[in-house]
């Protein structure tokens, strides 16, 4: 969607589009050590899943892998999709959407806040902290649902890097 501006200047019609955000999150998850949450180092603070804005040139896979190394400091292998989120006030700095993946840390004992995490660690599904930012109450319910296999993981890039062989149009920047 778009706003048509004009130039104050020049009266030139200036486009401006307000598109959704795109994102990235994963549920970090070891069978036994539970989820990994972040306390938020900035607005909105509180606790959170890992997560970060999808760059220029960049795959939601990738962007994924990125943010959990910046944000936990762990390698991640990513198992599946779990959903995409967009509700336009999930964030109320700006409409998102996010890419929802599961993952399993390679290294679990690695874990250290980074970036823009104030904390991060390992809680149980039964004993998580709130207030959760966001939508991820929501989120995680779905991944309780997967658990119980109530709702499955859609297949995503088995490589984050992965690129697209010799289809032209699909070829990475």
Same mark, same amino acid.
């Given at each position: 969607?778009?706003?048509?501006?004009y #130039?104050?200047s020049?009266?030139?019609?200036?486009?401006k589009?307000?598109? /959704?955000? /795109?994102?990235?999150?994963?549920?970090?998850?070891?069978?036994t050590?539970?989820?990994?949450?972040?306390?938020?180092?900035?607005? /909105?603070?509180?606790?959170?899943l890992?997560?970060?804005? $999808?760059?220029?040139?960049?795959?939601?896979?990738?962007a994924?892998?990125?943010?959990?190394?910046?944000?936990t400091?762990?390698?991640v292998?990513?198992?599946?999709l +779990?959903?995409?989120?967009?509700?336009p006030?999930?964030?109320?700095? #700006?409409?998102t959407?996010?890419?929802?993946?599961v993952?399993?840390p390679?290294r679990?004992?690695l874990l250290k806040?980074?970036?823009d995490?104030?904390?991060?660690?390992?809680?149980l599904?039964?004993?998580?902290?709130? /207030?959760?930012?966001?939508?991820?109450?929501?989120?995680i319910?779905?991944?309780?649902?997967?658990?119980?296999?109530?709702?499955?993981?859609?297949? #995503?890039?088995?490589d984050?890097?992965?690129?697209f062989g010799? $289809?032209?149009y +699909?070829?990475?920047f």
């Amino acid at each position: 969607m778009h706003h048509p501006r004009y #130039c104050p200047s020049c009266g030139t019609l200036v486009v401006k589009y307000s598109n /959704p955000t /795109p994102t990235a999150d994963v549920v970090i998850y070891d069978e036994t050590r539970g989820i990994v949450l972040v306390r938020r180092g900035h607005p /909105p603070l509180g606790m959170a899943l890992p997560g970060g804005f $999808i760059e220029e040139g960049e795959t939601a896979e990738h962007a994924a892998v990125r943010e959990m190394k910046e944000e936990t400091g762990l390698d991640v292998r990513l198992l599946g999709l +779990l959903g995409v989120y967009s509700h336009p006030l999930r964030d109320l700095r #700006c409409h998102t959407l996010t890419t929802v993946f599961v993952g399993r840390p390679e290294r679990p004992e690695l874990l250290k806040a980074g970036d823009d995490a104030a904390s991060a660690a390992f809680y149980l599904l039964d004993a998580l902290p709130t /207030p959760l930012c966001f939508d991820h109450a929501r989120v995680i319910g779905h991944f309780r649902d997967y658990l119980a296999g109530r709702r499955p993981l859609l297949p #995503c890039a088995e490589d984050p890097d992965a690129t697209f062989g010799d $289809i032209p149009y +699909l070829r990475p920047f």
